[in-house]
Nanobody
Framework: QVQLVESGGGLVQAGDSLRLSCTAS????????MAWFRQAPGQEREFVAA????????YYADSMKGRFTISRDNAKNTVYLQMNSLKPEDTAVYYC???????????????????WGQGTQVTVSS
């Protein structure tokens, strides 16, 4: 079983920046891709960004482009999400996900990920 641990969430003001981290550990696994999703109360899980570990190719939800940046550290099996110009609507629990094998499923589909972290709360006040 792969363990994903997120960190970096918290309470910030609109316009602030925040950097989330997620580290994967556990038994042998293939890190094909990692992603960030978020879920606000009463809302469905929403894709934020993803990154291929081998190539560092990135994928973003349209609403995240320009403000959020995903990156990875291959040696540490860690993915980061740099969030700038945060807005109250960014308030949500942010989940880290790992895709352990190539899949035809879109990078933005939560069903395409095999392991999930417990989430970290991000709250943006106005």
């Amino acid at each position: 079983q792969v363990q994903l641990v997120e960190s970096g969430g918290g309470l910030v003001q609109a316009g602030d920046s925040l950097r989330l981290s997620c580290t994967a550990s556990g038994r042998t696994f293939v890190n094909y891709a990692m992603a960030w999703f978020r879920q606000a109360p009463g809302q469905e899980r929403e894709f934020v960004a993803a990154i291929r570990f081998a190539t560092a190719s990135t994928y973003y939800a349209d609403s995240m482009k320009g403000r959020f940046t995903i990156s990875r550290d291959n040696a540490k099996n860690t993915v980061y999400l740099q969030m700038n110009s945060l807005k109250p609507e960014d308030t949500a629990v942010y989940y880290c996900a790992l895709r352990a094998r190539p899949m035809i499923t879109s990078m933005s589909a939560y069903t395409g990920y095999t392991d999930w972290g417990q989430g970290t709360q991000v709250t943006v006040s106005s």
